[in-house]
């Protein structure tokens, strides 16, 4: 086993993630037994795919974490690449979940990618900004804010962002344009740490020179005195 290995067996929360896929499963299951739900279903096995990769940056040592080596760059990329793999895996679902529905796959996957790079990148600035446990917040209100379009598709008669028909040009350009740039940032904020350093580290303990080595301190000595 390597050294990446066991570190993501006991720091990544595998449960919660896990629960999302399980739950994006089910849903895949449940298009294939009423395609007639895919306009909700669909949209939700994207939105849980996404999810399971918002797990990957929690940490309930956080403030700890961020100040030993291996925690400024090793530890959060190996953590990115945990979380490529879930949203890799949240593609797969949606794809077959497209298929089941004969509605287009590219599409359906695109998207997947798209949302969990921006979900990626949020729980990385999260625990950057030394939050513990950014998974649960993301995943619920990204859950909250997939659904706002469909609600308001319904009440308004707008077309949905989603790819339930075939994307154009211009939305597809779109979307694979945002996830482009939501991974790439990702992937410069862990290539680069200095780029949004850990609270922790922002502020640096300067040297004091009254008690600085080789120099005299400029304080009066103070006597003691007796009666």
């Known amino acids: 086993m390597t050294g990446s290995t066991w570190y993501l067996r006991r720091a990544v929360p595998w449960r919660p993630a896990a629960g999302c896929l399980v739950g994006a499963a089910l849903l895949v299951a449940a298009v294939t037994r009423w395609p007639d739900t895919a306009g909700l279903f669909l949209p939700l096995v994207v939105l849980l795919g996404a999810s399971a990769a918002g797990f990957v940056f929690d940490e309930t040592a956080v403030r700890v974490a961020t100040a030993?080596?291996?925690?400024?760059?090793?530890?959060?990329?190996?953590?990115?690449?945990?979380?490529?793999?879930?949203?890799?895996?949240?593609?797969?679902?949606?794809v077959v979940a497209a298929g089941e529905a004969g509605s287009d796959r590219s599409d359906w996957a695109a998207l997947t990618l798209v949302?969990?790079?921006?979900?990626?990148?949020?729980?990385?600035?999260?625990?950057?900004?030394?939050?513990?446990?950014?998974?649960?917040?993301?995943?619920?209100?990204?859950?909250?804010?997939?659904?706002?379009?469909?609600?308001?598709?319904?009440?308004?008669?707008?077309?949905?962002?989603?790819?339930?028909?075939?994307?154009?040009?211009?939305?597809?350009?779109?979307?694979?344009?945002?996830?482009?740039?939501?991974?790439?940032?990702?992937?410069?904020?862990?290539?680069?740490?200095?780029?949004?350093?850990?609270?922790?580290?922002?502020?640096?303990?300067s040297p004091d020179p009254v008690s600085a080595p080789g120099t005299r301190s400029a304080r009066p000595p103070v006597r003691a005195t007796g009666r």
């Open 115 to 205: 949302v969990g790079g921006v979900t990626v990148l949020t729980a990385l600035v999260a625990s950057r900004r030394q939050v513990p446990h950014p998974g649960s917040w993301i995943s619920s209100t990204l859950v909250l804010l997939g659904l706002a379009p469909l609600v308001v598709g319904l009440m308004l008669g707008v077309r949905s962002p989603y790819p339930l028909e075939p994307w154009t040009d211009g939305w597809r350009a779109g979307w694979w344009l945002t996830g482009l740039i939501a991974w790439t940032v990702a992937l410069l904020l862990v290539a680069v740490p200095n780029l949004l350093p850990a609270r922790g580290r922002r502020q640096q303990a």
């Open 68 to 94: 030993t080596p291996r925690g400024t760059r090793w530890a959060p990329l190996n953590r990115l690449y945990a979380g490529s793999g879930l949203v890799v895996l949240g593609a797969a679902l949606a």
